[in-house]
T-cell receptor
Framework: AQSVTQLGSHVSVSEGALVLLRCNYS??????LFWYVQYPNQGLQLLLK??????LVKGINGFEAEFKKSETSFHLTKPSAHMSDAAEYFC??????????????FGTGTQLKVEL | GAVVSQHPSRVICKSGTSVKIECRSL??????MFWYRQFPKQSLMLMAT?????????EQGVEKDKFLINHASLTLSTLTVTSAHPEDSSFYIC????????????FGPGTRLTVL
């Protein structure tokens, strides 16, 4: 079984400040980890993913995340928030299934608000 | 690349009618497509996994006779909500997995269904 916990359903930062969105996972096997962003009334856009290799993953729009196995975490960060970053962010975990499939389990999401 | 479209983006129907939602992968072949449901301010819940040319696999608690899924080609999957009722009103999102990139799902923009 696998699960994702996102601490903080709402996070508010000032424009230009550090963004930190927390994600902890539970998985019985080495996980694949993802961050998605969702703007109002739209689908999800992939920000970044970790599968294997380097634990610090860089994504689009200046976001990055670090896989920390010892802490079972995959927190999302961005050095300087922009107004356009205001959106809902979802952390997700999946694992490989025989035959190459994968199923995503999503966290409950974190609404990021960016203030002037 | 990796664009997934959904049609329609919004649909309003009367209670008791059926509604079909299309999900298309525009620039890649999708051997597997996934259908999710998202309630307001909540996370995505996987409804079913659809493999091209075979029957869909439904998650526990999802009525397969109510949510009919067809994946007749490598670029098209359809979800039909049969005899829709107001409680079926939701945001339905599909995603597709390409043959080459088994770890990543690409999401459509979603379909807002309102049942009166």
């Amino acid at each position: 079984a696998q699960s994702v916990t996102q601490l903080g359903s709402h996070v508010s930062v000032s424009e230009g400040a550090l963004v930190l969105l927390r994600c902890n996972y539970s998985s019985s096997v080495p996980p694949y980890l993802f961050w998605y962003v969702q703007y109002p009334n739209q689908g999800l856009q992939l920000l970044l993913k970790y599968t294997t290799g380097a634990t610090l993953v860089k994504g689009i729009n200046g976001f990055e995340a670090e896989f920390k196995k010892s802490e079972t975490s995959f927190h999302l960060t961005k050095p300087s928030a922009h107004m356009s970053d205001a959106a809902e962010y979802f952390c997700a975990v999946s694992r490989a299934y025989p035959g190459g499939g994968n199923k995503l389990t999503f966290g409950t999401g974190t609404q990021l608000k960016v203030e002037l | 690349g990796a664009v997934v479209s959904q049609h329609p983006s919004r649909v309003i129907c009367k209670s008791g009618t059926s509604v079909k939602i299309e999900c298309r992968s525009l620039d890649f072949q999708a051997t597997t497509m996934f259908w999710y449901r998202q309630f307001p301010k909540q996370s995505l819940m996987l409804m079913a996994t659809s493999n091209e040319g075979s029957k869909a696999t439904y998650e526990q608690g999802v009525e397969k006779d109510k949510f009919l899924i067809n994946h007749a080609s490598l670029t098209l999957s359809t979800l039909t909500v049969t005899s829709a009722h107001p409680e079926d009103s939701s945001f339905y999102i599909c995603s597709a997995r390409s043959q080459a990139g088994v770890t990543t799902q690409y999401f459509g923009p979603g379909t807002r269904l309102t049942v009166l």
